[in-house]
């Protein structure tokens, strides 16, 4: 089959990229940035370099393909998130449907199944409904829990200040997902095709406490001491901000701590966990983080 897949050769898009190739089908890969066309070119697909805010863009790749891979990349800067996800769920909507593509594979996030006080992750719920309004589409939300991936962005807090941490307790349980999980079950639904309609599959590899988490990731580097701190939200915010995040981001993200300390974030997904997939624990991902970690020393 034709399969487009956006999201470059980003933690998700190669993995799942490589694996369709693999199965014999046709690639492309769509990305904005043109000196990705040659390692693109080189695992086998074809690339295509544009913008996914591109509608004329996205129906000229689009036409022909008999699925697509859609996500939304991450914007730390903009002062909108919420018109930012929506108006890219506007264009995939858009060009999906002019090009009469049949499938989709969307790349949405765990507590998008309430836009209001979820934090960017609720922000997704605009784009499942741009989606969702495609009569002719059958469309597969793949409802991802936090990236383990996100954790690198800790690794001098850890190496400095001998600390990780939010600004919630962490005596909670997170779901977490490994990015390998998300192409892994993405390329068994681009390659069988087996959904229909309009469905929600939630990828969460792991759930671990905060202070599970500072244990392992601390005798992974070899600091036993490292201790799960609770950061106030005011101070989570100007951390973030100092770190190059919009205000209103760095805000976004503080609103998603409450919405994991109030119960928000993760009723849905506990409700559906029949509908879960994700093999991959995080005693085997601070494996990986030990590999960065000490490249960064």
């Known amino acids: 089959m034709k399969i487009v897949i956006t999201g470059s050769l980003g933690n998700v898009s190669r993995r799942l990229t490589e694996q369709l190739i693999q199965k014999g089908h046709i690639v492309t890969v769509i990305s904005h940035d043109s000196s990705r066309v040659k390692a693109i070119e080189e695992i086998g697909a ?3 370099i544009g913008s996914i805010e591109d509608a004329d863009f996205l129906i000229q790749i689009f036409l022909g393909a008999d699925a697509v891979y859609t996500m939304v990349p991450p914007n730390y800067h903009t002062p909108d998130y919420q018109k930012f996800v929506t108006e890219i769920g506007k264009t995939y909507a858009q060009a999906i449907r002019s090009a009469e593509v049949s499938y989709v594979v969307n790349l949405s996030s ?3 199944h309430n836009p209001d006080s979820n934090g960017p992750s609720g922000t997704f719920f605009y784009e499942e409904e741009q989606l969702n309004q495609l009569s002719s589409t059958n469309v597969l939300h793949l409802r991802a829990g936090m990236f383990y991936t996100n954790f690198y962005g800790n690794i001098d807090m850890i190496k400095h200040r001998h600390i990780i941490g939010n600004n919630f307790d962490g005596t ?18 681009l390659d069988k095709l087996s959904f229909t309609g309009k469905e929600v599959q939630y990828v969460v590899s792991d759930e671990k406490r905060g202070t599970e988490i500072a244990e392992a990731l601390g005798e992974a580097v070899n600091k036993p001491d490292l201790q799960w701190i609770v950061f106030p939200d005011k101070k989570l915010q100007e951390a973030m901000t100092e770190n190059g995040f919009s205000s209103h981001m760095a805000s976004k993200f503080a609103e998603l701590g409450v919405a994991i300390r109030e119960g928000r974030l993760f009723s849905h ?11 991959r624990k995080f005693t085997d991902f601070v494996k990986e983080f ?3 970690y000490r490249q960064s020393m």
């Open 110 to 112: 765990i507590g998008a």
């Open 172 to 189: 909670l349980s997170l779901a977490m997902t490994h990015p390998y999980d998300i192409a892994d079950v993405a390329t068994e639904a």
């Open 290 to 292: 030990a590999i960065i």
């Open 269 to 279: 997904y506990q409700a559906n966990k029949p509908l879960v997939f994700g093999k």
């Open 46 to 48: 074809t690339a295509a």
